[in-house]
């Protein structure tokens, strides 16, 4: 039996020697199954794509305007799947009603959030391969960077919070100035 074709294998199947050089287990639905990388990599992506289409709309204006900022890089392929599904993440996790607009722009495959108002400044940058290198100055008397696997999520939303009302105090009525 082949597992060339559309056809999952049986859960606790043994792979045929007919099956792809470069299969490997992946856990579906909690069973072991054996799929080629390719098809792995193919149903991961559904999955994020999926979600993608999924959006709730939760965070406010600054939220709706990142994500079609999102979808118009990925439309025009400046970014691939993965690294839009993650500033999806970042998004969701970050932005909050009272989020300034964030400036998103694609760099070296890769995607930057930055927040820029008087001499302070937060800067996001999601690099392909699971990375990240964050950067906050002169905001809430405190300037910090690093890079990682992880954002320091707690730490980076009380800066961009700190941020946006700074924002709001120097101009409440920002956001008519940016439609």
């Not at 043994?14 to 390719?38: G, M, Q, T």
């Not at 999102?70 to 998004?91: E, K, P, S, W």
């Amino acid at each position: 039996m082949s597992y060339r074709g559309n056809a999952w294998p049986e859960a606790g199947s043994k792979p045929s020697p007919l099956a792809e050089p470069d299969a490997h287990k992946v856990f579906i639905n909690w069973e072991p199954r054996v799929v080629s990388r390719n098809r792995a990599a193919v149903f991961a992506a559904r999955n994020r794509r999926a979600a993608l289409a999924r959006i709730p709309r939760v965070n406010g204006l600054a939220a709706e305007n990142g994500i079609i900022q999102l979808a118009d890089l990925l439309r025009g392929r400046h970014v691939d799947i993965d690294v839009a599904y993650r500033a999806l993440q970042l998004i969701r996790f970050l932005f909050t009603p009272n989020t300034v607009y964030a400036s998103i722009a694609p760099e070296d495959g890769g995607l930057v959030f930055f927040w820029t108002a008087l001499d302070m400044s937060i800067e996001i940058d999601i690099i392909p391969g699971d990375k990240y290198w964050w950067s906050v100055r002169n905001v809430a008397a405190e300037s910090y960077s690093g890079e990682g696997e992880v954002l320091p999520f707690r730490k980076l939303q009380y800066s961009l919070n700190h941020l946006s009302k700074e924002v709001e105090v120097a101009n409440p009525k920002w956001r008519r100035a940016v439609r």
